[in-house]
């Protein structure tokens, strides 16, 4: 354990450098808030992996997920926002100072924003990772209008499958719905789907794997599958498949200090201040988020103007107090 000296303390650390903590660094650094960022891999987050996004605000031709990342980084470094590449492995909440341990050594803060975001479980078949975002998908918000009046396949069977299956059916020329057993989701859920498949709109396939997304010429145009009864092949056509089979949070650092909810997101008040006095959450990690990058933006805002409120809360003066 190193021991706390000026170099290694900051007012506020931030964990991860996704669209959620760039925006915060954005607004405490403006304000001569001494921020760092920490971030395991490349700044921007989901976004800078993004190949287009179409609904971020005040983008009317939408614009491609790395030159936003980018932008938000150059917004933020030119305020003073220093990012460390590191991955943050376990937080301790010592009172005063946060200790937060890292793979590259430890590192204090008055305040934390954890903004690590989460992991779209994955399938792991064939086809799924070489079809990434060209036909596979896993947020029917960011990318279900690219498939207006075509076939739409949505592997799950869970409430977030469900209601995304019926939600895609607004784009969708048909929709058909791959549950690997039966239907986990609640009854109301399973009612309203019922109206879908009278209507025609899905077609939902119970007891069928999802073993291949198979393409030509660089599009999706089947998936295959196994009935787990019979052991008969299955082949849907389609023209992209979204991927429903839940989140990872990236919260394997966090131990068990946090309330979460039972996905393991990490639970906050009104302030989007977590369970531990000092330790914030925003964007995608956060329990009730919407998973989208406006509103990882703006929440990152709402949390580095309750960290300044918490601050001036508890004065402090990194140097002073070494
Ligand atoms: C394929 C795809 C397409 C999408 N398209 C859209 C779209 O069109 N429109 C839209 O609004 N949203 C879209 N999204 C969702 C959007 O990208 C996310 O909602 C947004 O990026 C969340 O921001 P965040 O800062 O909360 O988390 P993230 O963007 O996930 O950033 C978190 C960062 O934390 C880092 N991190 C994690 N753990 C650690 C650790 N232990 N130590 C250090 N660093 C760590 C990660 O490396 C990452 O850089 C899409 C997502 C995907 C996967």
């Known amino acids: 354990m190193a021991e706390r000296t000026e170099e290694n303390s900051h007012q506020v650390i931030m964990i991860g450098a996704g669209p959620a903590a760039l925006s915060a660094a954005i607004y405490t650094t403006r304000e001569d808030i001494d921020t760092l960022l920490l971030e395991k891999a490349i700044p921007g987050g989901l976004a800078a992996v993004t190949d287009q996004v179409d609904n971020y605000p005040g983008f009317p031709d939408g614009v491609a997920g790395l030159e936003l990342a980018n932008n938000l980084q150059q917004q933020a470094e030119r305020f003073g926002a220093a990012i460390e590449p590191t991955e943050v492995t ?3 909440d010592e009172g005063e100072w946060k200790r937060i341990e890292t793979i590259t050594g430890d590192y204090y803060a008055k305040v934390v924003l954890i903004a690590t975001g989460s992991a779209y479980k994955k399938l792991g078949v064939a086809g799924e990772e070489e079809y990434y ?3 596979v998908h896993y947020c029917a918000t960011c990318d279900g209008a690219f498939y207006r009046d075509k076939r739409i396949a949505v ?3 869970g409430n977030s ?3 995304e299956a019926m939600f895609l059916t607004r784009f969708s020329s048909h929709l058909d719905l791959i549950v690997r057993s039966k239907l986990r989701a609640s009854e109301i859920l399973q ?3 019922q109206k879908f498949v009278d209507e ?5 396939h119970l007891g069928v794997t999802t073993d291949e997304i198979v393409g030509q010429e660089g599009k999706v145009t089947m998936v295959k599958g196994t009935d787990t009864e019979t052991g008969n092949e299955v082949t849907i ?7 429903f089979i839940g989140l990872s949070p990236n919260n394997q650092f966090a131990g068990d200090q946090f309330q979460t909810d039972e996905v393991g997101l990490i639970k906050s008040d009104a302030n989007l201040m977590t369970n531990v006095p000092g330790i914030f959450v925003a964007g995608d990690i956060r329990s009730g988020a919407t998973m989208q990058i406006a509103s990882a933006v703006g929440e990152g805002a709402t949390a580095a103007l309750k960290i300044r409120e918490y601050l001036e ?5 990194v140097q002073a107090e070494v």
């Open 191 to 193: 009612k309203e789907l």
């Open 161 to 163: 499958a469900v209601q």
């Open 155 to 157: 592997v799950g069977g």
């Open 90 to 92: 376990a937080l301790h």
């Open 133 to 135: 975002a060209r036909g």
């Open 313 to 317: 809360g508890h004065p402090i003066d």
């Open 200 to 204: 025609g709109k899905i077609t939902v």
């Open 237 to 243: 056509d389609t023209d992209g498949v979204f991927v």
